[in-house]
């Protein structure tokens, strides 16, 4: 059985760390399945939204610490990077690709589980989860691009204050902080998740894709520069048969039928 297991149905890619029994934690095998996954997701035109999630009540708990102890200590680091590896491969892709990242937080995440949920696109989470960075209470920093998301998304400072005390915070207080887009009763996250997914599953495909392109390159771009990719980026979509779609419908004053080309 496959520890992380990939599903495509109605264009969407149904993402499941599937390892309940050790709360879901990463180690190289996990991290190598998950950048795979990643990259059929990507590769696949069929998939227009992606949905991850984790299988029974953690969604995942981090590093794989009993994975890491195993190793002699001086193997110790490369076994480290092949595990970062794959993991930011797999970030990396999730951020390049057209199809949005809907991330449905199931239950606690720790370490580069918290990284891994804050990853996504949109962020939904059950009321019950809780969110720690952990990685300073075993010696280690962190990995799976916190330290580029956390900052933009919170600031420096209350990142720090995460990063450096591993204070645990609720899932109406990481919604608050903007860490996740929002928190949702335990019983409705697969609903409301699965709903959201579907409907980005019939957008314009290729324009939410521009739009992801468009956010990350505005951290470190000036404003002529970013005004000059929005241009480039607009008048690439007004290439697309979505875009010529889109403005029809809206004229016609009906529902578009986007088709993500």
């Known amino acids: 059985m496959a520890e992380v297991e990939l599903e495509v149905r109605g264009h969407v890619g149904y ?6 029994e050790a709360a879901n934690v990463l180690n190289a095998e996990v991290a190598r399945q ?23 009540r953690i969604f995942c708990g981090g590093g794989d610490l009993k994975a890491f102890a195993a190793q002699v200590p001086e193997e110790l680091p490369a076994y480290l990077k092949s595990v970062t590896f ?19 937080v199931n239950g606690n995440a720790g370490g580069g589980g918290m990284s891994l949920a804050l990853a996504g696109d949109l962020v939904l989470a059950a ?32 990142a720090a204050e995460l990063m450096l005390t591993n204070r645990t915070l609720s899932a109406r207080e ?36 521009g739009v992801k392109r468009l956010l990350y ?3 470190t771009a000036s404003l002529a520069e970013q005004m000059e990719l929005e241009t480039e980026w607009i008048a690439e979509m007004a290439r697309t048969r979505d875009a010529q779609e889109g403005i029809t419908a809206f004229l016609a004053k009906r529902a578009p039928s986007f088709r993500g080309n």
């Not at 993402?15 to 309940?20: F, G, H």
């Not at 919604?175 to 996250?189: N, W």
């Open 34 to 56: 998950l950048e795979q996954a990643a990259l059929r997701c990507d590769e696949n035109a069929d998939v227009r939204a992606v949905l991850m999630t984790g299988a029974g």
């Open 127 to 158: 009321e019950s989860a809780r969110f720690t960075m952990a990685y300073t209470r075993v010696g280690l920093t962190p990995d799976g691009s916190s330290t580029y998301t956390l900052p933009r998304l919170i600031g420096l400072r209350r």
């Open 15 to 20: 993402i499941t760390l599937n390892r309940p």
């Open 217 to 219: 390159a505005s951290a």
């Open 174 to 209: 990481a919604e608050q902080m903007g860490l996740i887009t929002r928190a949702v009763p335990d019983s409705e996250l697969r609903q409301q998740a699965e709903a959201l997914v579907r409907e980005l599953a019939q957008g314009a495909t290729r324009a939410f894709g």
């Open 86 to 104: 794959y993991f930011h491969q797999a970030i990396h892709r999730f951020a390049r690709m057209q199809a949005p990242l809907v991330v449905a």
